[in-house]
């Protein structure tokens, strides 16, 4: 009940204000008032022991300010970030825009955060023990042939305390990031990123797996290519997919025009098509992980049969709330138990 009232209140307010605000409520003690048990449907995958699978999304907790809030929602796990070396604004209000009709969201936040420093202090006090994952990305004005050194930085910050470190080279708000998929560029980049990973498991004693964030908007030849190179490079898993660009499936809605990556519902069956493209080129036991467009049980069940491993939610917990993941994980009972 408070949750319900709660989320009607925070969807009558400017989408960034209710974002902000949601932030602060997940903080406090109230926390508590909105949570749920958490269901458990273990998943082993590179490593790690999963509690459930479905996570949170990164985009939602930038700066890891409310892992223990998420934690009380009942998720298996938790990325936070994107963060990036130096805090930075981000791109200029507005930036985030509901179409509730769709059961979507489109933004341009470009990155805002706080910075690697204060994330990783945020990570050394946190009392969650479950699974964590923290997604890295590279400032906005560092220039993609210097990529390298911002991720690079971030990893060596954050490896120690994260469980598994996503990178982030499918974002449509940064300039040019996308640039980085290309089949010599990318190349280029998880090979210096393999032998860092190595490195700092030699000299640190803890291996870190590496997975690798993708957009859903490329041609079919180029998710393969990606795929490969991803594969071949020594990554330890994918997450299809990041927001979409595309405006086929918003028809003649008033936003359409607004630039921003597009989540929720439009961007379901897309995110499937490169899901799908993606287990068929990595082979059945390439770690996957599938976001995108995903409201319902249904939605989850159908993204585990295109090749899933684990999912996450970010547009569907921001109109569904933690009603949504428990939904998920009964409905993964009742399909194992049959």
């Known amino acids: 009940m408070f949750e319900t009232v709660t989320r009607k209140f925070l969807q009558q307010l400017p989408a960034e204000t209710a974002h902000d605000l949601a932030i602060k409520l997940l903080s406090s003690p109230l926390s508590g008032l ?50 990036t070396p130096r805090p930075q604004s981000g791109n200029p209000k507005p930036r985030i825009f509901r179409l509730p ?16 420093d204060h994330l990783v202090k945020q990570v050394e006090k946190r009392r969650y023990k479950g699974v964590l994952g923290i997604n890295i990305g590279k400032n906005k004005d560092t220039d993609n042939l210097d990529a ?34 290309k089949t010599d560029a990318l190349a280029g980049l998880l090979k210096k990123m393999y032998q860092l990973q190595q490195q700092c498991a030699d000299d640190h004693g803890k291996f870190t797996p590496i997975v690798v964030k993708i957009a859903p908007d490329q041609a079919n030849d180029q998710t393969k290519y990606m795929t490969e190179i991803i594969v071949e490079s020594g990554m330890n898993g ?39 493209k993606v287990r068929q080129t990595a082979g059945p036991e390439f770690p996957i992980i599938a976001v995108g467009g995903i409201l319902s049980a249904e939605d989850a069940l159908e993204k585990f049969k295109l090749g899933a491993d684990l999912i996450q939610l970010y547009t569907g917990f921001v109109y569904r709330g933690h009603q949504l993941i428990q939904d998920i994980n009964q409905s993964i009972r009742h399909a194992n138990a049959r």
Do not use: W
Request: hydrophobic content about 35%; some cysteine.
């Open 101 to 116: 009709e769709q059961q979507a969201i489109i933004n341009r936040l470009g990155f805002n955060n706080k910075g690697l």
């Open 34 to 83: 909105s949570g749920h048990r958490r269901i458990d449907n273990p998943v082993e995958l590179m490593g790690i022991e999963f509690p459930n699978p479905v996570g949170m999304a990164a985009g939602f907790d930038k700066n890891a300010d409310i892992i223990s809030g998420l934690a009380q929602q009942g998720f298996g796990f938790i990325e936070v970030g994107t963060v």
């Open 148 to 181: 390298f050194s911002d991720y690079s930085i971030c990893f060596q910050k954050t490896h120690l305390f994260a469980d598994y470190i996503t990178i982030n080279i499918s974002s449509p708000n940064t300039p040019d990031l996308r640039d980085l998929q």
């Open 238 to 276: 994918i997450i299809c997919t990041n927001t979409t660009i595309s405006r086929d499936s918003l028809s003649d809605h008033p936003l359409k025009s607004e630039n921003g990556g597009l989540s929720g519902t439009p961007l379901f069956e897309l995110s499937n098509s490169v899901l799908q």
